[in-house]
């Protein structure tokens, strides 16, 4: 079965760091877009960045870049998102989904919940 | 930035009747660089149109995209009890519109 699945969420005070992971089975993470989307509680989808399947390219929303980093390791199949300077506002269940068509993400894991809070 | 603004915020319907949502872009959005994709409740966005009017796979014929240019919409042929959700719009692989939630 073609699934991820994230993990590494959890509790962080302001200005504080955490990494995510997102594992990959049933295809290979050198073949595909990846991408981080972030959901705020009550709130929408916000796509925060993506890196390619090269590992060569990487794209950031403004609001994170310089504090969030994505990179991955095509022989674990896995895909990291390391997040520095966190701030409240980055609270919320963060998504890994892979760009396996063109411009549309066809696999989605489950989420794993980032609370950012004092 | 091309913004995505979708209407109406909220559709409440009855089983059986017609849906459709629209997804307006600030900017020409190319067809092949729009998908569509429903979140139930406490579960992940699913897939359902890519290239503006494509059926990802597994996705019930009643389920249909179209739309050019700048303006996009989604078509629920006939509701039923399981497409309660919100549907969010998508350009380029980025940015989401703010969502619909359809309610019966």
């Known amino acids: 079965e073609v699934q991820v699945v994230e993990a590494g969420g959890g509790l962080v005070h302001p200005g504080g760091s955490l990494r995510l992971s997102c594992s990959g089975s049933?295809?290979?993470?050198?073949?595909?877009?990846l991408n981080w989307v972030r959901q705020a509680p009550g709130k929408g989808l916000e796509w925060l960045g993506s890196?390619?399947?090269?590992?060569?390219?990487?794209h950031y929303i403004e609001s994170v870049k310089g504090r969030f980093t994505i990179s991955k390791d095509d022989a674990e199949n896995s895909l990291s998102l390391q997040m520095d300077s966190l701030r409240v506002e980055d609270t919320g269940v963060y998504y890994c989904?892979?760009?396996?068509?063109?411009?549309?993400?066809?696999?989605w894991g489950q989420g794993t919940m980032v609370t950012v809070s004092s | 930035e091309i913004v995505l603004t979708q209407s109406p915020g909220t559709l409440s319907l009855s089983l059986g009747e017609r849906a459709t949502l629209s997804c307006r872009a600030g900017?020409?959005?190319?067809?092949?660089?729009l998908a569509w994709y429903q979140q139930r409740p406490g579960q992940a966005p699913r897939l359902l149109i890519y290239?503006?009017?494509i059926r990802a796979t597994g996705i019930p014929d009643r389920f249909s995209g179209s739309g050019s240019g700048t303006d996009f919409t989604l078509t629920i042929s006939r509701l039923e009890p399981e497409d309660v959700a919100v549907y969010y719009c998508?350009?380029?692989?980025?940015?989401f519109g703010q969502g619909t939630k359809v309610e019966i």
């Open positions: 989904a892979r760009g396996g068509l063109p411009f549309a993400f066809d696999i």
């Open positions: 049933g295809f290979t993470f050198s073949g595909h877009w």
């Open positions: 890196i390619n399947q090269y590992g060569s390219e990487r």
């Open positions: 900017q020409t959005v190319s067809s092949n660089q």
């Open positions: 290239g503006a009017s």
């Open positions: 998508q350009r380029s692989g980025t940015s």
